[in-house]
């Protein structure tokens, strides 16, 4: 099947930077598009950004607009997102959403984002 594992996450400041990573692996897994979704505790969890594998397309949640870069690696099947200008509102755990071709979504386990004031 298909395995999906973030990694980049850790604490940092507020109006600091980190650079989470994603790769999608699976021996038929055709990319259709990646997304970034974030849950902070009790809340429930919420859309970040996306973008499309075909065209590269991006859209992003409000309040990451121009904060937040989210971009790909077709060949190693990675998706990234760069995180600048971050503020304490931005912890939470961050998971990677794979979507193939036929609308299947895969998971990862997530991955730790703290910002401190």
């Known amino acids: 099947q298909v395995e999906v594992v973030e990694s980049g996450g850790g604490s940092v400041q507020a109006g600091g930077s980190l650079r989470l990573s994603c790769v999608a692996s699976?021996?038929?897994?055709?990319?259709?598009?990646m997304s970034w979704f974030r849950q902070a505790p009790g809340k429930e969890r919420e859309f970040v950004a996306v973008?499309?594998?075909?065209?590269?397309?991006?859209y992003y949640e409000g309040s990451v607009k121009g904060r937040f870069t989210i971009s790909r690696d077709t060949a190693k099947n990675t998706v990234y997102l760069q995180m600048d200008s971050l503020k304490p509102e931005d912890t939470a755990v961050y998971y990677c959403?794979?979507?193939?071709?036929?609308?299947?979504?895969?998971w990862g386990k997530g991955t730790q984002v703290t910002v401190s004031s």
């Open positions: 959403n794979a979507t193939d071709v036929g609308g299947k979504n895969y």
């Open positions: 699976g021996r038929t897994f055709r990319t259709y598009a």
């Open positions: 973008i499309n594998w075909s065209g590269g397309s991006t």
